[in-house]
C-alpha cells in the first residue's frame, strides 16, 4: 500500500490530495494568502485528520504551482503545466488539449496519448484572461461570481467589446450600467472578452480534441459557455477541476515522476519539528 499526496499552491489558493494505492482519500482546498508555506501546513494538517493518517504515513509528497517551493516538506516538485496533464490522462485519456485558467493566468497545454506535454502557452502578462479580473468585474456589476456565470447564460444581445489587453475596466462596466445596459448582457460581454484571450494562447499550440478545462474558472459556466463558442468545439470539464494540479502531483508521487529540488528543505524542516518534539 503507497499513500501519496499533491500539493497545488497557487497564487490565491492551495489545493491538497491524498491517494492510497490508487484512490483518492481526501482532499482540501482554502486561500494560500501572503504566508503561503504556513497556508500548506495548516491545510496539509487539516487533510490528514480528516482521512485518519499521520505524515509518517505518506511515503511521497510532491508540489506544483507557481509556489511550489514554499511546501517545505515536499519531497519535490514538478512544473503546473506536467501536473495538469498527468491529472487530466488519468481522468480524460482522450484528452489532447487542456485549457487552465485559474486566478492568476490561463494557460494551454497539448498533451500526448500519453499524457506527455507537447507543447504550451502562458497569458501570464495580462490580467484579463484571469479568475481575478472576473471578481474585479462581478464587484463593478454588484453579483457574486456565481451570480455572473449564471446571468451570463441569460443574456438576449451580444455588446461589441475591445479586445485589448484592458478589456474591459471597471469604468466602462459602470458606465454601461449607468447606460440602462442589462447586466447579463454585460457580463456575456466580459466573459466573452476573457475566452477571446484565453482562446488565441489555446490557438498558439492548437486546439486538438478532445478539448478539457480545468482550474477555478472550468467551474465558471457563464464563461465555460463563450470559450466554448469562441473555439467552435465542445470543452469538457472534468469533476472538482480545481483541483487537476493536485491531483497530477500526486499521480507524479506514485510514479516517483519528480525532481528533488525541494528535498534540501525537508531534512531542515524535519530537524525543526524533531526539535520542537
Same mark, same amino acid.
Given at each position: 500500500?503507497?499513500?501519496?499526496?499533491?500539493?497545488?499552491?497557487?497564487?490565491?489558493?492551495?489545493?491538497?490530495?491524498?491517494?492510497?494505492?490508487?484512490?483518492?482519500?481526501?482532499?482540501?482546498?482554502?486561500?494560500?494568502?501572503?504566508?503561503?508555506?504556513?497556508?500548506?501546513?495548516?491545510?496539509?494538517?487539516?487533510?490528514?485528520?480528516?482521512?485518519?493518517?499521520?505524515?509518517?504515513?505518506?511515503?511521497?509528497?510532491?508540489?506544483?504551482?507557481?509556489? !511550489?517551493?514554499? /511546501?517545505?516538506? #515536499?519531497?519535490?516538485?514538478?512544473?503546473?503545466?506536467? $501536473?495538469?496533464?498527468? @491529472?487530466?490522462? *488519468?481522468?480524460?485519456?482522450?484528452?489532447?488539449?487542456?485549457?487552465?485558467?485559474?486566478?492568476?493566468?490561463?494557460?494551454?497545454?497539448?498533451?500526448?496519448?500519453?499524457?506527455?506535454?507537447?507543447?504550451?502557452?502562458?497569458?501570464?502578462?495580462?490580467?484579463?484572461?484571469?479568475?481575478?479580473?472576473?471578481?474585479?468585474?462581478?464587484?463593478?456589476?454588484?453579483?457574486?461570481?456565481?451570480?455572473?456565470?449564471?446571468?451570463?447564460?441569460?443574456?438576449?444581445?451580444?455588446?461589441?467589446?475591445?479586445?485589448?489587453?484592458?478589456?474591459?475596466?471597471?469604468?466602462?462596466?459602470?458606465?454601461?450600467?449607468?447606460?440602462?445596459?442589462?447586466?447579463?448582457?454585460? !457580463?456575456?460581454? /466580459?466573459?466573452? #472578452?476573457?475566452?477571446?484571450?484565453?482562446?488565441?494562447? $489555446?490557438?498558439?499550440? @492548437?486546439?486538438? *480534441?478532445?478539448?478539457?478545462?480545468?482550474?477555478?474558472?472550468?467551474?465558471?459556466?457563464?464563461?465555460?459557455?463563450?470559450?466554448?463558442?469562441?473555439?467552435?468545439?465542445?470543452?469538457?470539464?472534468?469533476?472538482?477541476?480545481?483541483?487537476?494540479?493536485?491531483?497530477?502531483?500526486?499521480?507524479?508521487?506514485?510514479?516517483?515522476?519528480?525532481?528533488?529540488?525541494?528535498?534540501?528543505?525537508?531534512?531542515?524542516?524535519?530537524?525543526?519539528?524533531?526539535?520542537?518534539?
Amino acid at each position: 500500500m503507497m499513500i501519496v499526496a499533491g500539493i497545488d499552491v497557487g497564487g490565491k489558493n492551495v489545493h491538497i490530495v491524498i491517494k492510497k494505492d490508487g484512490q483518492i482519500l481526501g482532499k482540501v482546498s482554502g486561500p494560500s494568502g501572503i504566508k503561503k508555506a504556513e497556508s500548506v501546513e495548516q491545510l496539509y494538517d487539516e487533510v490528514l485528520k480528516k482521512v485518519g493518517i499521520t505524515r509518517k504515513d505518506v511515503e511521497r509528497v510532491v508540489a506544483t504551482g507557481s509556489a !511550489a517551493k514554499r /511546501v517545505a516538506f #515536499a519531497n519535490g516538485a514538478i512544473p503546473d503545466v506536467a $501536473a495538469d496533464a498527468r @491529472g487530466v490522462i *488519468k481522468l480524460i485519456p482522450t484528452a489532447r488539449t487542456i485549457i487552465d485558467v485559474g486566478a492568476e493566468e490561463g494557460r494551454s497545454i497539448k498533451i500526448s496519448a500519453d499524457g506527455k506535454v507537447l507543447d504550451f502557452a502562458i497569458n501570464e502578462k495580462c490580467a484579463a484572461g484571469t479568475g481575478t479580473f472576473i471578481e474585479a468585474m462581478s464587484r463593478a456589476l454588484e453579483v457574486s461570481v456565481d451570480e455572473m456565470s449564471k446571468i451570463t447564460l441569460q443574456s438576449t444581445q451580444t455588446l461589441s467589446t475591445n479586445t485589448q489587453c484592458a478589456v474591459f475596466g471597471e469604468s466602462e462596466v459602470v458606465s454601461l450600467i449607468h447606460q440602462k445596459t442589462p447586466k447579463p448582457d454585460i !457580463a456575456r460581454a /466580459v466573459m466573452n #472578452a476573457i475566452a477571446g484571450r484565453i482562446a488565441s494562447v $489555446a490557438r498558439i499550440v @492548437g486546439l486538438e *480534441k478532445d478539448v478539457v478545462m480545468v482550474g477555478g474558472m472550468a467551474k465558471n459556466a457563464g464563461f465555460v459557455d463563450s470559450l466554448k463558442k469562441n473555439i467552435e468545439m465542445d470543452v469538457a470539464v472534468p469533476e472538482d477541476p480545481d483541483y487537476m494540479g493536485a491531483l497530477g502531483a500526486a499521480e507524479a508521487a506514485a510514479a516517483g515522476a519528480y525532481t528533488e529540488e525541494v528535498k534540501a528543505k525537508v531534512v531542515e524542516r524535519e530537524t525543526v519539528l524533531e526539535g520542537k518534539g
